[in-house]
T-cell receptor, first 116, second 115 residues
Framework: GAGVSQSPSNKVTEKGKDVELRCDPISGHTALYWYRQSLGQGLEFLIYFQGNSAPDKSGLPSDRFSAERTGGSVSTLTIQRTQQEDSAVYLCASSYPLQGLRTEAFFGQGTRLTVV | KQEVTQIPAALSVPEGENLVLNCSFT??????LQWFRQDPGKGLTSLLL?????REQTSGRLNASLDKSSGRSTLYIAASQPGDSATYLCAVKEGIKAAGNKLTFGGGTRVLVKP
């Protein structure tokens, strides 16, 4: 597709359940980011993938959060044993890497996660 | 640690007035700075990207300036319209270093343009 695609757009889950959020980046973009935006809050960095390099996981808030990127394209963010404080909008973005090409980041529409 | 601040947090202007949105960052060693727009319940839409070597970028009614040495960027929106009502976010991307690559965001400025 032409833009970053995220699914599902909305997810309601019970406390303690695991959830998986998916991100399809723009074709050709090797850099992929996950951010979290809690209600009324700014964007909180979670994790960054660049090509085959080791991901920057410095923003993951706890070991319940993990992410993978298969084949250098699609990424999945997994939250295990969800808690109510995990309720937020999870945003994915992709861009070309720093070297050479434009590094403008493009965001998906987000996944609104509600933990009840 | 890079910190990005946007002041004011909220701004209300009558239609037709020019908008001036400010963004400041603490570490001037940035690779680029990007301005985004976010409508309620939506994702982020990229407005302008300024590379660290550039002083400004323009797109239609939008103009963004960058003064890297003083750690500031300003987004100007000329002749505001009610459709410009949204939250505007700036983000900096740091250079190629161990702590870099991620985008660091400001808290945003919520803009309301009244008809």
């Amino acid at each position: 597709g032409a833009g970053v695609s995220q699914s599902p757009s909305n997810k309601v889950t019970e406390k303690g359940k695991d959830v998986e959020l998916r991100c399809d980046p723009i074709s050709g973009h090797t850099a992929l980011y996950w951010y979290r935006q809690s209600l009324g809050q700014g964007l909180e960095f979670l994790i960054y993938f660049q090509g085959n390099s080791a991901p920057d996981k410095s923003g993951l808030p706890s070991d319940r959060f993990s992410a993978e990127r298969t084949g250098g394209s699609v990424s999945t963010l997994t939250i295990q044993r969800t808690q109510q404080e995990d309720s937020a909008v999870y945003l994915c973005a992709s861009s070309y890497p720093l070297q050479g090409l434009r590094t403008e980041a493009f965001f998906g529409q987000g996944t609104r996660l509600t933990v009840v | 640690k890079q910190e990005v601040t946007q002041i004011p947090a909220a701004l209300s202007v009558p239609e037709g007035e020019n908008l001036v949105l400010n963004c400041s960052f603490t570490d001037s060693a940035i690779y680029n700075l990007q301005w985004f727009r976010q409508d309620p319940g939506k994702g982020l839409t990229s407005l302008l990207l300024i590379q660290s070597s550039q002083r400004e970028q323009t797109s239609g009614r939008l103009n963004a300036s960058l003064d890297k040495s003083s750690g500031r960027s300003t987004l100007y929106i000329a002749a505001s319209q009610p459709g410009d009502s949204a939250t505007y976010l700036c983000a900096v991307k740091e250079g190629i270093k161990a702590a870099g690559n991620k985008l660091t965001f400001g808290g945003g400025t919520r803009v309301l343009v009244k008809p």
